[in-house]
Protein backbone atom coordinates (compact mmCIF):
# COMPACT_ATOMS: atom_id res chain seq x y z
CA UNK A 1 0.00 0.00 0.00
CA UNK A 2 1.30 3.45 -0.90
CA UNK A 3 2.02 5.56 2.65
CA UNK A 4 -0.02 7.65 4.23
CA UNK A 5 2.89 10.11 4.04
CA UNK A 6 2.70 9.94 -0.10
CA UNK A 7 -1.02 10.35 -0.31
CA UNK A 8 -1.52 13.13 2.12
CA UNK A 9 0.41 16.40 0.41
CA UNK A 10 -1.34 15.10 -3.07
CA UNK A 11 -4.31 14.63 -1.54
CA UNK A 12 -4.31 18.24 0.02
CA UNK A 13 -2.94 20.16 -2.72
CA UNK A 14 -5.67 18.72 -4.90
CA UNK A 15 -8.66 19.58 -2.57
CA UNK A 16 -7.24 22.72 -1.83
CA UNK A 17 -7.21 23.07 -5.96
CA UNK A 18 -10.92 22.61 -5.83
CA UNK A 19 -11.60 24.67 -3.25
CA UNK A 20 -10.06 27.60 -4.26
CA UNK A 21 -11.92 27.14 -8.02
CA UNK A 22 -8.02 26.26 -9.65
CA UNK A 23 -9.59 24.42 -12.12
CA UNK A 24 -7.26 25.55 -14.85
CA UNK A 25 -4.18 24.60 -13.13
CA UNK A 26 -5.81 20.77 -12.20
CA UNK A 27 -6.49 20.07 -16.28
CA UNK A 28 -3.12 21.56 -17.27
CA UNK A 29 -1.14 19.66 -14.68
CA UNK A 30 -3.29 16.56 -15.81
CA UNK A 31 -4.67 16.06 -12.39
CA UNK A 32 -8.06 15.66 -13.90
CA UNK A 33 -8.08 12.23 -15.19
CA UNK A 34 -11.11 11.27 -16.93
CA UNK A 35 -13.21 13.95 -15.69
CA UNK A 36 -13.15 17.81 -18.03
CA UNK A 37 -12.70 21.11 -16.61
CA UNK A 38 -16.60 21.04 -16.91
CA UNK A 39 -17.66 18.18 -14.99
CA UNK A 40 -15.34 19.01 -12.26
CA UNK A 41 -17.11 22.40 -11.77
CA UNK A 42 -20.44 20.95 -12.34
CA UNK A 43 -19.85 18.18 -9.75
CA UNK A 44 -18.97 20.89 -7.39
CA UNK A 45 -21.27 23.69 -8.14
CA UNK A 46 -24.12 20.95 -8.26
CA UNK A 47 -24.16 19.92 -4.65
CA UNK A 48 -26.22 22.37 -2.08
CA UNK A 49 -24.03 25.09 -0.67
CA UNK A 50 -20.37 26.00 -0.91
CA UNK A 51 -16.86 24.05 -0.58
CA UNK A 52 -14.95 25.21 1.91
CA UNK A 53 -11.01 23.43 3.58
CA UNK A 54 -11.14 20.96 5.60
CA UNK A 55 -9.75 20.93 9.04
CA UNK A 56 -6.22 19.95 9.04
CA UNK A 57 -6.43 16.50 10.18
CA UNK A 58 -9.64 15.31 8.02
CA UNK A 59 -6.66 14.41 5.50
CA UNK A 60 -5.83 11.84 7.69
CA UNK A 61 -9.71 10.18 6.89
CA UNK A 62 -9.38 8.81 3.55
CA UNK A 63 -9.99 5.28 2.11
CA UNK A 64 -7.56 3.83 0.39
CA UNK A 65 -8.00 0.67 -1.59
CA UNK A 66 -4.88 -1.60 -3.48
CA UNK A 67 -4.76 -0.73 -6.89
CA UNK A 68 -3.96 -3.48 -9.71
CA UNK A 69 -2.21 -5.10 -6.71
CA UNK A 70 0.62 -2.76 -7.19
CA UNK A 71 1.98 -1.36 -3.57
CA UNK A 72 2.95 1.90 -5.79
CA UNK A 73 -0.65 2.75 -7.26
CA UNK A 74 -4.02 2.98 -5.18
CA UNK A 75 -7.41 4.34 -5.46
CA UNK A 76 -8.39 6.69 -2.47
CA UNK A 77 -11.96 7.90 -2.09
CA UNK A 78 -12.34 11.35 0.68
CA UNK A 79 -15.36 13.39 1.39
CA UNK A 80 -15.20 16.89 0.90
CA UNK A 81 -16.35 19.97 2.88
CA UNK A 82 -19.20 22.25 2.46
CA UNK A 83 -20.45 24.69 4.96
CA UNK A 84 -17.79 23.87 7.50
CA UNK A 85 -18.89 20.44 7.65
CA UNK A 86 -18.02 17.18 5.97
CA UNK A 87 -20.11 16.12 3.22
CA UNK A 88 -20.93 13.17 1.25
CA UNK A 89 -20.15 14.29 -1.84
CA UNK A 90 -16.84 11.62 -2.42
CA UNK A 91 -13.47 12.55 -4.26
CA UNK A 92 -12.01 9.73 -6.22
CA UNK A 93 -8.42 9.96 -6.95
CA UNK A 94 -5.55 7.94 -7.96
CA UNK A 95 -2.54 7.85 -7.22
CA UNK A 96 0.42 6.33 -9.10
CA UNK A 97 4.34 6.36 -9.02
CA UNK A 98 5.48 7.07 -12.71
CA UNK A 99 8.37 5.71 -14.15
CA UNK A 100 10.71 8.46 -12.27
CA UNK A 101 10.14 7.61 -9.36
CA UNK A 102 7.25 10.67 -8.70
CA UNK A 103 4.09 9.77 -7.41
CA UNK A 104 0.83 11.62 -9.16
CA UNK A 105 -2.68 11.80 -8.27
CA UNK A 106 -5.51 12.28 -10.80
CA UNK A 107 -9.20 12.32 -10.41
CA UNK A 108 -11.09 9.31 -11.43
CA UNK A 109 -14.51 10.83 -9.79
CA UNK A 110 -16.58 13.47 -8.08
CA UNK A 111 -20.14 12.31 -6.62
CA UNK A 112 -22.23 11.55 -4.10
CA UNK A 113 -21.63 7.60 -2.10
Known sequence: ???????????????EDLTHG????????????RLTKEEIINAINEYPGKICLPPEESYNNFRQ????????????EYDLWFDNKQSDLTL?????????????????GIHVL
Open 22 to 33: KYKEIVDSKRNG
Open 65 to 76: YDYNGNPEECAV
Open 1 to 15: MTDKAVIYPLLKGIV
Open 92 to 108: EVEIIKDNGGKYNICIQ
